[in-house]
């Protein structure tokens, strides 16, 4: 009985921790928008680690996918809104706190202080197509090219900001093709990418401009895979697995690629000794 109450304790903060910011932007903002959309996201999430804690093989899919598509088709598609990083910095510049930039603070600047980039591994909706394809674990070695990052975090403010200068107007409507746009050639990039390198997840280690944001916050999160190292036996099949390169058995926050790590619990899986 105790094993099993065990199992809960994970999905149940995460349930907890976004119920708590649906019912306080609910009574702040005086939206119940906010408290039906936090409370899905929260459940969709915790089901997943809960999946996981029963080892369902695809546990994080499912989160990835209810999480995903409900953001990309009903927010993105139907709603009109720009949920990618051009429509945060709209939103930053208009001065009006709701949609992206809600969005941001929750689950990119300030959520990655408690869960990493748990967004990235369960939540992303461009990483829910990617992870379809053949490459889940990376066939070459981690690439020096996470300076292309940065160039496309300044495209998008660059692009937003002139529209802002330059007074265009319908920028409501401009917003909505940057994000159909965008999510095209994050599709089409991230696609070829995989391909060409051989590896699922090298839009997010290359290209990504959202990881500006989740990488540095990233590195204080509470919740981290850590390793036993009683247990560990220096096997290497946890490096082998990880779609993010992270050497998973160094505990150190300083670990190689330690702010790459999504918690897709790939490692975790793949240990023979449970020690992580």
Same mark, same amino acid.
């Given at each position: 009985?105790?094993?099993?109450? !065990? ?6 903060i ?9 019912i306080?932007?609910?009574l ?6 906010? *408290? #039906?959309?936090?409370?899905?996201? $929260?459940?969709?999430?915790a ?19 209810l +999480? ?6 009903? #927010? ?11 429509g945060?910095?709209?939103? *930053?510049?208009?001065?009006?706190f709701?949609a992206a930039t ?9 959520? =990655? ?7 990235? $591994?369960f939540?992303c ?17 981690r690439? !020096? ?22 007074? +265009?107007?319908?920028?409501? !409507? ?8 965008g999510?095209? *050639? ?17 839009f997010?280690?290359?290209?990504? =401009? ?12 509470l ?5 036993? !190292? ?22 150190? @926050?300083? @670990? ?6 999504? *918690?897709?619990?790939e ?6 000794k449970?020690?992580l």
């Amino acid at each position: 009985m105790v094993k099993l109450n !065990k199992k809960f304790i994970l999905p149940v903060i995460m349930w907890l921790i976004f119920e708590t910011i649906a019912i306080t932007l609910w009574l702040t903002m005086k939206n119940i928008f906010y *408290l #039906l959309n936090f409370s899905y996201i $929260g459940t969709s999430i915790a089901v997943g680690f809960l999946l996981f804690q029963f080892q369902y093989k695809y546990a994080r899919r499912v989160a990835q996918f209810l +999480v995903g598509t409900y953001m990309f088709v009903y #927010l993105g598609l139907i709603c009109n809104e720009n949920m990618q990083i051009e429509g945060f910095w709209y939103y *930053l510049f208009t001065g009006v706190f709701e949609a992206a930039t809600i969005h941001y603070a929750v689950a990119k600047i300030f959520g =990655p202080l408690i869960f990493g980039r748990g967004w990235c $591994g369960f939540a992303c909706w461009t990483a829910m197509v990617l992870d379809l394809l053949p490459y889940k674990v990376p066939e070459q070695p981690r690439k !020096k090219w996470g300076w292309i990052r940065y160039i496309t975090f300044t495209i998008s403010f660059i692009f937003v900001s002139a529209l802002f200068l330059a007074q +265009v107007k319908n920028m409501e !409507k401009i917003m909505f093709w940057a994000f159909l746009i965008g999510n095209c *050639l994050y599709y089409i990039v991230g696609v070829i990418l995989a391909f060409a390198l051989k590896d699922n997840r090298a839009f997010c280690k290359y290209i990504c =401009p959202v990881t500006i944001f989740l990488k540095p916050m990233s590195y204080f999160a509470l919740l981290r895979i850590t390793c036993d !190292k009683n247990k560990c036996v220096s096997c290497g099949k946890c490096k082998k697995v990880c779609p993010m390169n992270v050497d998973i058995t160094d505990n150190s @926050r300083k @670990r190689k690629n330690g702010t790459e790590c999504i *918690l897709c619990f790939e490692c975790v899986k793949a240990c023979p000794k449970k020690a992580l």
